[in-house]
């Protein structure tokens, strides 16, 4: 039997977007990408890129006008470009589209999600979007431009920050012909005073090794998140590390769930992993830490004789799942495990597994830094994620 090809995926991914929405969105680089358009038109009517000396000129750029576009996407502060000079008055075709115009802006935006903002792309739907045929190179002019937004969006200054989680995922790039896996790190902080979440920074590499964890994190406390009352996280060696080099004022939290995870692996007999998750759920439940340390003693002298290595195992590693309970009790569920963190890494995964095998890291970043700056717009925008009192 045939399988969908990658041209049907992306085009089926395409049309999920568009009929979901993309929520509140990046009205910021929808805005770029109109000026973009309009631009385009503009040099197209004159017969002249700005600047260009040319025999057959039409007139010269004459500024812009300020214009507000109302979209799906959310409202839009556009330059309207300005012509003097001209033997025809120039009138752009996006503003006059309506719907058209709304509907091509949300492609163009999940195309560059799926494509990791392609040149060849991003030309294509540009093309569509303003009727002008669009060269490589101005779409390139474009893409940086993006760059530039993305990269003051991974820098910007930061409030301070209660509780942060931190994870990573990987990503398929190709390099020199190898296909490797490129670690993507994630920061998401909730922060002091409201409560709410926001996804405070990404860094992409070829390892998650110490030095680039070390590195993220320095870059967090410059951006000004401050001392944060927890860090949650798995175990990773190089996060471990670059914890203790860069953060170690702030409590770690082990992951409960990864903690349950790597329990198993010690557990001798099948017939015992069920009843071990439920013990080791006991300690994690106790409503403080002297408790959950008598609890702990208790599991590892059940378990010394029949599952040496678990009861060792569970002696070393369990502690490190229990600075959750010097938190406040409501609080203590949300910022046990890093699941937060994980649910992102999965959209990561939905939004890039059409785009398939990345040419290189650049592109990766370009990608996940455009769902994130979605994804932490909508959680700022909404509810508190942590309350200073436990609800009533």
């Known amino acids: 039997m045939t399988g969908p090809t990658n041209d049907n995926l992306a085009d089926d991914a395409i049309n999920t977007l568009l009929q979901h929405g993309l929520g509140q969105g990046l009205p910021r680089i929808a805005e770029m990408l109109l000026n973009a358009a309009m631009l385009f038109e503009r040099a197209t009517h004159l017969q002249a890129d700005p600047y260009e000396r040319a025999e057959a000129r039409n007139g010269h750029a004459n500024g812009f006008k300020p214009r507000t576009l109302q979209t799906s996407i959310g409202k839009l502060d556009l330059a309207l470009p300005q012509v003097r000079g001209s033997s025809e008055i120039f009138r752009t075709s996006l503003l006059d589209a309506g719907s058209r115009t709304d509907r091509s802006l949300k492609a163009a935006i999940a195309e560059m999600y799926l494509q990791g903002v392609s040149t060849r792309r991003v030309t294509k739907v540009l093309e569509q979007l303003c009727g002008l045929e669009i060269t490589s190179t101005q779409v390139s002019r474009l893409t940086a431009e993006l760059d530039v937004e993305f990269a003051l969006w991974r820098n910007r200054p930061l409030p301070e920050i209660a509780h942060l989680v931190l994870d990573a995922t990987y990503i398929k790039v190709r390099l020199n012909g190898t296909v490797r896996d490129c670690a993507v790190l994630v920061a998401i902080g909730v922060r002091r005073g409201d409560g709410k979440r926001m996804v405070l920074g990404v860094s992409c590499s070829l390892s998650e090794a110490e030095p680039h964890w070390r590195d993220f994190i320095h870059g967090l406390k410059q951006r000004g998140i401050g001392i944060p009352d927890s860090v949650t996280s798995d175990a990773h060696e190089g996060l471990k590390a670059a914890l203790r080099a860069a953060l170690n004022a702030s409590p770690w939290q082990r992951c409960q769930f990864h903690l349950q995870q790597n329990a198993q692996a010690y557990v001798p007999q099948l017939a015992m992993r069920a009843a071990v998750a439920r013990d080791i759920r006991t300690v994690f439940d106790s409503p403080d830490l002297p408790r959950a340390e008598e609890r702990l003693a208790e599991l590892v002298e059940k378990y010394r004789k029949p599952a040496p290595k678990l009861a060792a195992w569970m002696e070393g590693n369990i502690p490190q799942g229990l600075a959750v309970l010097g938190l406040p009790e409501h609080v203590r569920r949300r910022l046990r495990t890093s699941n937060m963190c ?42 508190a994620y942590l309350t200073e009192q436990p609800q009533a």
Do not use: D, H
């Open 342 to 383: 994980e649910r992102v890494n999965r959209e990561i995964k939905r939004r890039t597994r059409v785009a398939g095998l990345f040419p290189n890291e650049p592109s990766v970043l370009r990608l996940v830094t455009a769902i994130l700056m979605e994804l932490s717009e909508e959680w700022e925008t909404g509810r």
